[in-house]
């Protein structure tokens, strides 16, 4: 029954009071003073001043109530009686009550806005003490249990759930988990509505980054503004982008230093490899020169020759390949003729042609190419050896060039099978090779990759364009030499 009783209490005794107050001047200026009735109501709007400001509206009516009473029954003739028929004790009661009416609205509205600037200072000063906090965060775990207990601290929050919508995991913290049910967690994230318990004083508020939902946040115990709240969540939502840009950044980082291990012991074991095929070369070259060799010998030695020069091949590619890879492709650029490095790739396949006619459509006053020779040639020799694999013995080839604005255009054609337009989208593609060829044509599927690698590094272009059943055409373009842009 006492502690029912408690808010009345609170609420009746400043009422008493402010007439208390009201009694005890008039008790002074009626017993022990003589003063004049302006005295007198002067002191009395003071009081009723003082009371409104001090305790409120109801407290300044009670005390302008009083105020008149005492007024009119203790200093206004006739003294003794209560009579409010007289116009100066209705303008001392609209007076009073006025000045309570206005003073407590006053104090009211400056006590409301010194508490709402409180508010925000505490408020701002805890966010920038949380952003301090996320921004060095030491993530040690799931960096949405990190976030999760920061904001439960600094907020001095009773209790928390955060829902990473991107792991689809409800992390809390605090002393007590709220109320809130994880489906509502998930609603709010889905929907980005906010929502409010009175009965719990619980807060669930989505949170975005970039118009995209990231998850959510429910919070209880804390008077916290709901700018503030956002405030959180936008922190909440930068520091998770933040830890997943870390994260892709580690793994791309681990990634390339993979990769870059793999290209560099790739190229250590193909030059290793390479190293013993020099010397049997030229002992199978000297060998088939010995014209008093068993035709046998002479046909198995034929054999050794020329797996020795596709595994010289393959060798090379591999060392090409991880160069590429490993990001040490260096070029030596400068003004040189197409024709004349095409040509010299021609020369190249010698006896690789098996009596196939090359046709030369490369005009003489073709315009010098800014490239380095050795890898465009490069590049024409994959084209070359690969329309050879590919094409029936006999057919013949084509090697075209012709100028444009800014660069030069090459292409090779062939009368082969052609390529279906499933393939010619990964026919560049590393390791690719057809369906119907990779058994029955030898090959890595590293040739073209190198190919395109390298004409990239121009700043070129290279692609295919084939029908099946009507050949293929591969092309690339590398730009003109700064004197043939000027002229």
Not at 107 to 124: I, P
Not at 184 to 205: E, N, P, S, W, Y
Not at 299 to 310: F, Q
Request: hydrophobic fraction near 40%.
């Amino acid at each position: 029954m006492k502690i029912k009783l408690l808010p009345h209490l609170r609420r009746t005794i400043p009422l008493l009071a402010a007439v208390g107050i009201i009694g005890a001047i008039t008790f002074v200026y009626y017993r022990l003073l003589s003063v004049n009735i302006v005295t007198v109501a002067l002191t009395f709007l003071l009081a009723v001043l003082t009371i409104s400001t001090r305790w409120g509206l109801m407290e300044g009516l009670a005390a302008s109530l009083a105020s008149v009473f005492c007024l009119d029954f203790f200093f206004i003739p006739p003294i003794g009686s209560v009579t409010i028929a007289d116009p100066q004790d209705w303008v001392a009661l609209s007076a009073f009550v006025v000045t309570a009416v206005i003073v407590s609205h006053l104090s009211a509205s400056a006590r409301r806005q010194a508490l709402e600037s409180t508010q925000r200072q505490y408020e701002v000063e805890r966010l920038y003490t949380l952003s301090r906090n996320l921004l060095l965060l030491e993530i040690h775990g799931p960096v949405g249990q990190e976030i999760a207990n920061q904001i439960a601290q600094v907020f001095e929050l009773s209790g928390l759930s955060f829902y990473d919508r991107v792991s689809d995991h409800i992390h809390r913290a605090g002393p007590r988990d709220i109320p809130v049910e994880p489906g509502k967690l998930r609603d709010t994230a889905l929907q980005g509505t906010v929502f409010h318990d009175i009965v719990t004083k619980t807060t669930v508020i989505p949170i975005s980054l970039g118009g995209q939902s990231v998850g959510s946040l429910g919070i209880q115990g804390a008077q916290v503004s709901e700018t503030a709240l956002h405030a959180i969540g936008n922190l909440t939502a930068i520091t998770l982008e933040r830890a997943h840009a870390q994260d892709v950044a580690t793994r791309a980082e681990a990634a390339r230093q993979s990769e870059e291990l793999k290209s560099t012991m790739l190229d250590a074991l193909a030059h290793e490899f390479k190293t013993p095929l020099t010397p049997i070369k030229a002992a199978v070259t000297s060998m088939l020169s010995d014209g008093s060799l068993n035709p046998t010998y002479q046909e198995l030695l034929g054999i050794v020759d020329e797996e020795t020069d596709r595994l010289n091949m393959m060798l090379t590619e591999a060392i090409q390949m991880s160069r590429i890879e490993a990001g040490q492709l260096q070029l030596h650029r400068s003004p040189q003729s197409l024709r004349k490095i095409a040509l010299g790739q021609i020369e190249r396949l010698g006896e690789s042609l098996e009596g196939r006619t090359v046709c030369v459509e490369i005009p003489n006053n073709l315009p010098r190419v800014s490239v380095d020779a050795e890898y465009i040639g490069t590049v024409i020799w994959q084209l070359l050896s690969n329309a050879l694999k590919y094409t029936p013995p006999g057919s013949p080839l084509t090697l075209r060039a012709s100028p444009g604005e800014t660069e030069v255009i090459m292409s090779v054609e062939d009368c082969g099978p052609g390529i279906s337009p499933q393939e010619q989208r990964k026919v560049f593609d590393r390791f690719f090779r057809g369906k119907e060829q990779r058994e029955r044509i030898p090959g890595t599927g590293m040739g073209l990759t190198i190919a395109r690698e390298i004409v990239r590094a121009h700043h070129g272009r290279i692609w295919v364009e084939s029908e099946p059943g009507k050949g293929a055409k591969f092309s690339f373009s590398v730009p003109h030499a700064p004197r043939e842009i000027s002229l």
